[in-house]
């Protein structure tokens, strides 16, 4: 079965910084879909970025872009000029053939003033 | 387009009683799906819906546990005899075929088995 996983429960990082949250996952597939949602106290995941697996060039929205290594299977989000308003739930979620996404556990940043 | 809505927002019930939440998708959006989160989680799939048609339903799905999509717009999810291990928040989210698993998730009706 397909897994994701995210070693950082915490994150921190002062507004303006810049902070890398990672993920890995475990499948046999090929071709497959990765995904950062936010989740703020507000409680509704929200899409922050998308990745395809056959494409090479890492995603990239405003401020947020991804490190994708698909041999290592690791898919990384920057935040660059980071703002209070990004502070929330990440989770790291992936997608193949199925409709089911799987996901992570989530990593909790917190941004510092 | 007002966003995928979900009614109620809480719901706190006492163990054996039976609960039903609504979900309104995007309007436009043909796919709908159901995820639970419990507390530290990331959310787990439960089932989805392609119109009215139910494609797949998780093992997490117990027989206790009824989704319905019956004119392809709204859905429901009903939990029968609820067990104080059903307390969890149940997500709804919508997406429209080939948008490449784009979903717009609702916020959420938080449940409490007391």
């Known amino acids: 079965a397909q897994t994701v996983t995210q070693s950082q429960p915490e994150m921190s990082v002062q507004e303006a910084e810049t902070v890398t949250l990672s993920c890995t996952y475990d499948t046999s597939e090929s071709d497959y879909y990765l995904f950062w949602y936010k989740q703020p106290p507000s409680r509704q995941m929200i899409l922050v970025i998308r990745?395809?697996?056959?494409?090479?060039q890492n995603a990239t929205e405003n401020r947020f872009s991804v490190n994708f290594q698909k041999a290592a299977k690791s898919f990384s989000l920057k935040i660059s000029d980071s703002q209070l308003g990004d502070a929330a739930m990440y989770f790291c979620a992936y997608r193949d053939g199925s409709e089911k996404l799987v996901f992570g556990k989530g990593t909790k940043l917190t941004v510092n003033p | 387009d007002t966003g995928v809505s979900q009614d109620p927002r809480h719901k706190i019930t006492k163990r054996g009683q039976n609960v039903t939440f609504r979900c309104d998708p995007i309007s436009e959006h043909n796919r709908l799906y159901w995820y639970r989160q419990t507390l530290g989680q990331g959310p787990e799939f439960l089932t989805y819906?392609?119109?009215?048609?139910?494609?797949?339903k998780s093992r997490l799905l117990s027989d206790r546990f009824s989704a319905e999509r019956p004119k392809g717009s709204f859905s429901t999810l009903e939990i029968q005899r609820t067990e104080q291990g059903d307390s969890a928040m149940y997500l709804c989210?919508?997406?429209?075929?080939?948008?490449?698993?784009?979903?717009?998730f609702g916020s959420g009706t938080q449940l409490s088995v007391l």
């Open positions: 819906f392609q119109n009215e048609a139910q494609l797949e």
């Open positions: 990745q395809e697996a056959y494409k090479q």
């Open positions: 989210a919508s997406s429209l075929v080939g948008s490449g698993g784009k979903l717009f």
